[in-house]
């Protein structure tokens, strides 16, 4: 099994060392992006397939645990619970349902379930774009699902810009968010969020845990996958549950 490359060394150019893969958690504190328990490995031997090579750059990404109030999250997640029979098979853009993709279940018509993390979203979205650097744009156009991901659910390698459908839309995703929540005590395990390099897995990769009442931050054009999840009870209550934001932007010939 492929080892996680390390991120950067001191003498990398700082243009790419807040883009080299980091396993430690960072996230925005007064305005400064903040990296803790970062770990370093060796650099590959120069001359090496990939060695400092732009593929090897894992995208930047935020983390914040106890994003919500406890007992703001609690609440969330006793609705999400009780809305189970309105759960169905998560699609996937043009092809519908395809389980050799991504196998879970989502709700997309959640009504005022989102409220309270949308408003959080919303007061941070300015500073998530800086920490980022994602070019500033404003914040008109928000898609919201939340999903549940039970026993074998997982999904496979993707960007969340919708590339196949480029054409038909007005606006692109340029911002992903997602917030995880689940039962205590956990009663899931895998599941973690992997986030590639953007030349592949060969090239490095950052595994990210869903902690409850977490939120994690990225933009929408990075090669991400759900690791599966493993849930013995099989119940609905014990899944691994998400709620993926994403905010979009008018096209360049939308906007012009």
């Known amino acids: 099994m492929r080892k996680p490359r390390g991120p950067a060394q001191d003498g990398d150019a700082p243009a790419l060392r807040s883009r080299r893969l980091d396993r430690g958690r960072s996230w925005l504190e007064d305005g400064r992006l903040r990296h803790i328990d970062r770990h370093r490995e ?12 732009a593929w090897e750059i894992v995208p ?3 983390t914040r645990t106890g994003f919500l109030d406890a007992a703001a999250a609690d609440a969330l997640l006793d609705r999400v619970i009780r ?3 309105d759960f169905r098979p998560s699609p996937v853009g043009r092809r519908g349902v395809d389980p050799t993709i991504r196998r879970s ?6 009504g005022a379930l989102t409220d309270a993390l949308k408003i959080r979203l919303l007061d941070l ?11 500033p744009f404003a914040a008109q156009a928000m898609e919201i699902e939340i999903v549940a991901h039970g026993d074998g659910a997982f999904y496979t390698r993707h960007v969340d810009t919708q590339v196949a459908r480029y054409d ?3 606006h692109v995703r340029a911002l ?3 917030y995880y929540f689940h039962a205590m005590p956990k009663a899931f395990a895998g599941g973690n969020f992997r986030l590639h390099a953007i030349g592949g897995e060969a090239a490095g990769f950052v595994d990210i845990e869903p902690g409850h009442n977490s939120l994690l931050v990225l ?4 090669p991400h996958e759900v690791l599966p999840v493993h849930c013995p009870s099989g119940a609905f209550r014990d899944s691994r549950f998400a709620i993926n934001c994403w905010f979009s932007r008018p096209k360049p010939e939308s906007a012009a």
């Open 83 to 85: 809305r189970e029979d």
């Open 105 to 110: 279940w989502c709700l997309r018509d959640h």
């Open 42 to 53: 060796p650099p590959p031997p120069a001359g090496s397939a990939g060695a400092g090579s």
């Open 176 to 178: 992903s968010c997602v």
């Open 60 to 62: 930047p990404y935020l």
């Open 168 to 170: 038909e839309l007005d």
């Open 219 to 222: 933009p929408a054009w990075a």
């Open 125 to 135: 979205f300015p500073s998530l774009l800086e920490a980022l650097h994602v070019a």
